[in-house]
C-alpha cells in the first residue's frame, strides 16, 4: 500500500478514535464541546496522515513517537491537559508507526 493511502487510512481511523473518546467529556456548553471534538479530529488526523510518509530516516516507530508527541504538544499546552493529549498522541504515533512498518516495509 502507498504511504498516502495508507495515512489517510490511518487518519481516519485516529480521528475517529479520538473523537469518540471525548464524547462523554463534560464541557461548559454544546459550542465547545463540539470545536474541542473538531479539534482533537484534525489533531489526530493530521498525526495518521504525516507518520507514514516522513520517517526521517529512522525506524517507523520512532518517527511516529516523534511525530505523535510533537504534533500533540500545543494542544496540551492550550489546554492544560498533558498527560491524556500527550499519552494518546504518544501511543497513536507509535501505533501508526508500527502498521506502517508493517504495511509499508
Do not use: N, Q
Request: aromatic share 8%; hydrophobic share 55%.
Amino acid at each position: 500500500m502507498d504511504v498516502v493511502s495508507l495515512g489517510l487510512i490511518c487518519g481516519l481511523v485516529f480521528g475517529l478514535f479520538s473523537s469518540l473518546i471525548m464524547i462523554p467529556m463534560e464541557v461548559e456548553s454544546r459550542r465547545k464541546k463540539y470545536e474541542a471534538i473538531s479539534s482533537a479530529f484534525v489533531d489526530r488526523f493530521m498525526i495518521g496522515l504525516i507518520v507514514p510518509s516522513a520517517t526521517f530516516g529512522l525506524d517507523p516507530l520512532i518517527s511516529g513517537l516523534i511525530i505523535g508527541i510533537g504534533l500533540s504538544l500545543p494542544s496540551a499546552i492550550i489546554t492544560r491537559a498533558y498527560a491524556p493529549i500527550m499519552v494518546v498522541g504518544a501511543v497513536g504515533g507509535l501505533i501508526i508507526g508500527f502498521v506502517t512498518k508493517s504495511m509499508v516495509g
